[in-house]
């Protein structure tokens, strides 16, 4: 009875948008106008007071100090509190399947858009066109469809030859991926790396494809290779050495983004020690209780008694410091964390970008910084900034309202009262 009454309703509507000449009535096109804000609108420009925020159909329809919110629109004071674009994840992971409850995690914690660097399902392209028609049941996703790796793993070797390489990138360009990623990781030398002849035709067929390349690299040797092939992306930071100067100006020159995952770093070793998260509220708000349990048993165990933990713990201080080069430098730093994945690993979505946001302030960035990164950065770097981003008008309200000021401390990033997707209260 309900679906068909909807569908009676939907009905209805069309025909009225057809004698109106395309004019949907203001009530039913459900306009909110955010007003009173303080806007930090990711561009890096100063937080702005009093500001009325406009949106309908998904978009900011309009934004600014002068705006008046139009008639019919549902009004929102939010005087004393601040308005933030939405998180942008540049390296997140969603699997295994279910992807649901792991994209509604996301948007929870403020996560509004993540990658998806490992596998997906051929589905996920009807997925990501139901999102764009409106259908956000959590956080945007873009993919990489396929991950190219070396043996033994399995799925991600099945191409040996540079030829099975162009082909399977053909392949997965068919079917529409947003991204091209290949993965560099001896694993502590316990296993071949791909090689300088695969990666370089991966490289290059995705960029006769016109995709953005990335590449998940640990040595600075792998890193320089890949720059030198045409990545457009680290995705993960520099792991076995301080980046030298000679690096920063190629970086620079080719206009390569990288991505620092200290919340990955850390997650290798803390929930081993006195420092692990697992009585704070807000990361238990991420996991079940059975899986919290696990942690502070299992893992807890495991993490401890782990022989790599100094190795884990060096390359955790490496990503800092060489994040601190990177964006003194001037190099475009984006904002990922490795987060989502296999279960055992407690790579918390949503936890994790906020540890993250800690993290980056630890390794010496300012709030404007990291806001900057998971923003502006972020959408330039993943080619979506037309669209996302920064905070203007015309682009997707993809928003946040915080009841504190994270420009005083970025922690205060966690104080989210409401997310905004597409437009409209998630929750
Ligand atoms: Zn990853």
Known sequence: MHLRFLLRLLAALSAAVLLTGGAIPQTLAQTIALTKATLIDGSGAAAQPNITIVMDNGRIRDLGAGVTAPAGATVVDLAGKFVLPGIINGHGHVGPAPRDPQLRQYALYGVTTTTSMYFDQDDVQAFKQAQKAGDLRGARILTVMYRFMSEPFRPGSEMKTPEEARGKVDEIVAKDTDFVKVWIDAQGGRFPKLTPEFTAAVMDQAKKHNKIRMAHI????????????????????????????????????????????????????????????????????????????????????????????PRWVRMFETDKKNLKKLADSGIRFGFGTDS???????????WFEHRQMELMRDAGLTPMQIIQAFSKNNSEMLGIDKDFGTLAKGKAADLLVLTRNPLDDITNMKSIETVYLGGKKFE
Request: proline fraction near 4%; hydrophobic fraction near 40%.
């Open 218 to 309: 640990v040595e600075l040797e792998d890193a320089r290779r890949m720059v030198d092939q045409g990545v457009n992306i680290l995705v993960h930071n520099v792991r076995d050495k301080d980046i030298p100067d000679d690096f920063i100006a190629t970086l620079k020159e080719r206009n390569v983004s990288v991505i620092s995952t200290l919340a990955r770093e850390e997650a290798l070793f803390v929930y081993g020690g006195p420092d692990a998260p697992t009585d704070n509220p807000f990361f238990q708000k991420g996991l079940n209780s059975e899986r919290l349990a696990l942690l502070r048993t299992k893992m807890r165990d495991e993490q401890a008694n782990d022989a790599n933990k």
């Open 340 to 350: 989502g994945g296999a279960l055992d690993r407690y790579f918390i979505q949503g």
